[in-house]
C-alpha cells in the first residue's frame, strides 16, 4: 500500500491517539487447571487507541485529554481515569465499573445509559452531563458537581431510581 493510501486509510478510521501511562494494560497468565494442556492467553490491550468500543479495562489515563471523544460503548472497567478531561465526550452505553474518575472533567458529557457501578467520582465535574438512565449505583460521588446535570430514569447509588 502505498503512502498516500495509507494516509487515506487513516483519515476515514477517525481514531483519536492518546499518550497515556505505559501504553498497554496486560492481564496476567492464569495457571491452567491440573492435568490441563492448554494455558489461558494473556489479554493485552492498546490504552492509545481511542476510539468506539474501545476496550480500555485496566488503563492508566489518568490526565489524558480526552475532551469531544467519540468513546461509546467503551469499556473503561477498572481504569483510572482521575484527573481526566472528557468534557462534551460521546460515553453513551460506556462501562465505568470500578474505575477512578476523581477530579475527572465530564461537563456536558453525553453518558446516556452509561454505567459507574462501584465507581470513585470524587470531585468530578458533571456539570450539564446527560446522565439519562445511567447507573450510578454504588458509585462515590462526594464532591461530584452534578448541576444542571440530566439524571432522568438514572439509577442512584443507594440504588434508588431518580425520577
Keep these: 500500500m502505498n503512502t498516500r493510501r495509507l494516509l487515506l486509510a487513516l483519515a476515514l478510521i477517525s481514531t483519536l491517539t492518546v499518550g497515556c501511562s505505559g501504553g498497554s494494560a496486560t492481564a496476567s497468565l492464569q495457571p491452567t487447571p491440573a492435568g490441563s494442556s492448554t494455558a489461558s492467553p494473556v489479554v493485552a490491550r492498546n490504552c492509545t487507541i481511542i476510539a468506539p468500543y474501545a476496550d480500555l479495562k485496566g488503563c492508566d489515563l489518568s490526565g489524558a485529554e480526552l475532551a469531544f471523544a467519540n468513546l461509546t460503548f467503551a469499556d473503561f472497567t477498572g481504569a483510572n481515569l482521575s484527573g481526566a478531561n472528557l468534557g462534551v465526550a460521546d460515553l453513551q452505553f460506556a462501562t465505568f465499573t470500578g474505575a477512578n474518575l476523581s477530579g ?46 440530566d439524571l432522568s430514569a438514572a439509577t442512584m447509588p443507594d440504588g434508588s431510581q431518580h425520577p
Design 104 to 149: 475527572a472533567n465530564l461537563a456536558a458529557a453525553d453518558l446516556r445509559l452509561a454505567t459507574f457501578y462501584g465507581a470513585n467520582l470524587t470531585g468530578a465535574d458533571l456539570r450539564g452531563a446527560q446522565l439519562y438512565g445511567a447507573s450510578l449505583q454504588d458509585a462515590d460521588l462526594t464532591n461530584a458537581n452534578l448541576a444542571g446535570a
